[in-house]
């Protein structure tokens, strides 16, 4: 049961069959077409998750090859696995037809495949050639021969038409320089395949061209580049072909020109929704009211209604500013808005603390960094938030603590050996259900939560959808930021779709379906 | 592959519980092993004053390094408590050996020690000076400072009966000074484990940012942490200066790292998020344990410090060993799959 | 222009200080500017400076080494006690490969061990200093007629003393090591980022057992010229120092954090403490009020580069 991946539509077996009648086809002339990598089969599993399933995926040498697909399709899996940093359970890669195993990422990169992650690889202190020629500094008599070096970076850069100074630090160059940098730096590796993950998602309009244009030269040079994105308008812009993950399986490769973003999202998203839509509900008084946010770079002129029993949906892609939404309210950014009025009262929250006084409830969307206290146990997670209200004389009551904590667990069923057990001994679903409770604890009005059962199995996913279900029946409100589009369409009854900043449009009832979300997700 | 509800570290859990139990009760096993040892092999150690000397010892740092196990288990540390131990004792002896007032001196040592901690606090949670710095630089502050207030580094000296019986004297047969670093050590575990402000503390040591998504106070905690210090840190100083019948400047050199390292050796780690307060006081015991039997065995007197630095290294490599054996192991499992 | 101007400000404003204390202590006291003041003040400063080199490099690979003030008192006794049997160079030559030995061992503790670097240069200390008491059976070696040794500390060249000449001398070496070898640059790299650099294949651990070998070997020569002076050495020499190393880096501009060194930081650091102890002995202030505004200015220093807000690593971070 837990091996089984979440089936849509289109049975993925049935996919498969009509691929390989069309891979047939492509064999056959695949060879003409000079294939540099190819993965056959590729699968990979977490405890719980069927991350990637019997992938088929092959790269061209000067081809531009475009991978999509949404949150958990199974693209950073891919990537890891492609960088050498996560092992496969299955499968096989070839490299010019021949069969190939990278233990780790120094044999990927021997390979000559070269992943830009998200976060960058670079030294920050180090100058930009020094970069690009990391561990393989050109040396004179025992020296650095600088001359060289910067002539050299001077070249790569050059070969991209990047217009960087090579000798000056990488700390003072923006997010959008650096990852030029890191290409560079890949090319200066002689790397025949580069993999660039999200590369877009920080940089600005005129930044992105400039990224295009040099993806495209690459190209030109007989480089194969992987392009992981899901900004739908770019890939198009500068892919040759494009294949669809969804839900761990490959669905679809296709030549770009013959897609068009209708079947693109439909690829991406079709699938019988299994949780369904969300439940009818009845919607109470106003209870938050936000009046033009605008959070830094991220966020510009967002305005917000929640009323009682409603869940308000705030879907977007990474960098669409509506994650920075939910955290400017909660306090973790710093935020200007005309009026931002709860029950009533005007608020000014510049801290997490202000922000549960008055209130506010809050699930991070990471729960690593910013939820859980590792070393503590579960029962002390929940009771984080309400310690004073705990108190007897001076100290904890740890009866009514347990008590709580034992309230919670019950209400959200929790599974563990006990409420002392050590949380990160929890599993994924277990711990989001406890930040969940640590919220609830607080007796919030107003509950924030920030992609909800990011890393949560299956039946624990259920168990959190039908509990909100239950908060928002006894009146509670939610604000609900999340990527993963069945679970917006489950639990939101109307949604927000963000991208750029900006609220695009609301949509709600029979218009609110995941194609016509990940269409205004994907716009620039 | 293994049950859906676990993730891939809890596979490996079981060797974490034994990390878990060495870190909170490994010293003081050890310690009972070494007195049990001691007592039949070592010549002269079961002498009762002998062994209610050493536990008499322990005590004067011990008091400090309570304080201190507060601040590492927030994931900082102090390194200015050996030049408050000296500023507020002298004070403190001046105080007494004018006024002839106990309870008078006493506060004024622990609040000289804790109005240290604020400053350091302060420079910490406002002005924002990373804590290694700020309390480096205290320690030439205050020590400067102890020095030109007592014009030079002349110790003050006082003898009454009732002040030298805290450092010097025994109730009900055992030493004073053990008996205050108990209440301390008491008090400080029920306050870390029984109150908001203890839970705050080992929140900030296990995760600072989720501490402060959570909604905890974590700049006004860690300013308090400080003052916390300071006020055990005054407790050892009025013990030591009561223990020497003076003070002065040139008090316990190297105290602040003594204090630190029987911390450590206790059990808590640098890393925060967990402490162990028997661990620090079995610490504490154990080292004043050592040098009282490399004593008795006529050992070289300059072994012991070999031996303090050793037992140091010995405990926290078995640690770190055990970590190498868990990389390893878990890089196994991934590739397994 | 302004990021110029903080630029300055932040590479140099040691040395601005440096020169307006300076400055100040010459109009206090006309004592101060006379040559034998002077080289009395380079002198002082040189031996805690050479200590603060190699701790430069260690500070900027993102450690710190505790051990350094017992390596110095080692590396003195040894080396005076093999005065007599092998002669004044080699004993040099000892005392400095002591010292290296010890710092390879704190490295392999670090790597090997996976102790933290607070906690191994902390047992290192007390091992150490211990192990210097053995060796000399906690009595004082002297030099009888030896006189060679005094190369170290009281000769003079050009009219300088050379313990001025040592000080500067590392300064440029290591301070060429860092800008312009691989090594150096690997340092700086793991400082900066130290799980890129894993991942760019620097070898950490070698790295790191050759930086803290070159800080014990620098810790010895600092004890050594120390017992040179003196023609006295003993297990308690130096005890205390480590902490006054640090803070001269610190001082000079080198931050705790690594990824950045300055080794002329270094040196000034050394000399605006030296110059202000100095000073306030010129002008009969009770010694020590020195502490204290070693301290303040430490704590002044930094908290007027903390005000600028200037944290290289925000730079850096990727806002998505």
Known sequence: MENAPEVGKHPVHVMRGINRLWEIDKTMSKNSHNVVLEVQGLTRRFPGVLALNQVDFDLRAGEVHAVVGENGAGKSTMINILAGVLQPSAGEFLLDGNPIVFHNPADAQQAGISVIFQEFNLIPHLS???????????????????????????????RLEIDIDPRVPVSSLSVAQQQLVEIARALAFDARVIVMDEPTAALSEREVDRLLEIVSSLAKDNVGVIYVSHKLEEVFQVADRITILRDGAHILTDVASTLDEEKLIYAMVGRALVHGKCPDRTLGEVVLTVKNLNVEDSVHNVSIELREGEVLGLAGLMGSGANEVVEALFGLRKAQADEI????KALAIDNPRNAIQSRLGYVPNDRKTAGLLPDLSLKQNISIGILERLRKFFWIDSDREHEAAETYREKLNVRCSSLDQRISDLSGGNQQKVMLARALAEDCKVLLLAE???????GAKAEIYSLIDLLVESGMAVLLQSSELPEIIRLANRVMVFSSGQSRKELTGEELTQEAVMALATRV | MSVANQTEETSLSKNLDWDVLWERYGIAVVLIIGWIFAYFFVPKFSNPDNMLNVIRQSAFVGCAAVGMTVAIISGTFDLSVGSTLALSAYLGVMVVSRTENIPIAMLVTVLVAMAVGAVNGFLITRVKIPAFITTLGMLFIVRGLSFIISKGGEPVRYNGKAFTWWGNGSLFGIPTPFLVLVICALA???????TAFGRYVFSIGTNSNAAKVAGVPVDSTTSWIFIVVGLFTGVSAFLIGSRLYSAGPGLEPGFELNVIAAVVLGGTRLAGGRGSMLGTVAACILYATMGNVLNLLHADAFFQRVAVGLVLLLALSIEGIRQRMFERASRQISTAE | MKKTMTKIWKSYSIGVVVVIVGIVLSLLTPRFMSMSNLLNVMTNASLVAIMGLGMTLAIASGNFDLSVGSTAALAGCISFSLVPSIGVPASIVAGLAAGAIVG???GLIITELRVPAFIATLGMMTI??????????????YLFGQTEYKILSGAYLFGIPTPIFFAVGIALLLGFVISQTRFGRHILAMGSNLSASERSGIPTSRVLWAIFSIVG????????IISSQVLTANGRLASGIELSAIAVVVLGGTALSGGQATMVGTLLGALLISMVNNGLNLLNVPIFYQELTVGVLMLGALAVNISQGFDIRSLFRRQA
Not at chain 1, 341 to 344: I, N, R, Y
Not at chain 1, 452 to 458: E, I, K, L, S
Not at chain 3, 128 to 141: F, P, Q, S
Not at chain 3, 217 to 224: I, K, N, Q, V, W
Request: a positive charge; hydrophobic letters at 45%; glycine letters at 8%.
């Open chain 2, 188 to 194: 400080a575990w029920f306050i870390l484990t029984r």
């Open chain 1, 452 to 458: 909800p059962t990011r890393g949560v199995d299956v």
């Open chain 3, 217 to 224: 070997a620098t810790a010895a020569l600092s004890g050594m």
């Open chain 1, 341 to 344: 009025v709860l029950q009533g």
């Open chain 3, 104 to 106: 390879f061992i704190n």
């Open chain 3, 128 to 141: 150490i200093r211990g192990v210097a008491l053995i060796y000399t059976d906690g009595k004082d070696l």
């Open chain 1, 128 to 158: 930009v050639s020094e970069n690009i020629f990391i561990n393989r500094e050109p040396t004179r008599n025992g020296m650095i021969d600088w001359k060289s070096m910067h002539q050299r970076a001077e070249e790569a850069l050059k």
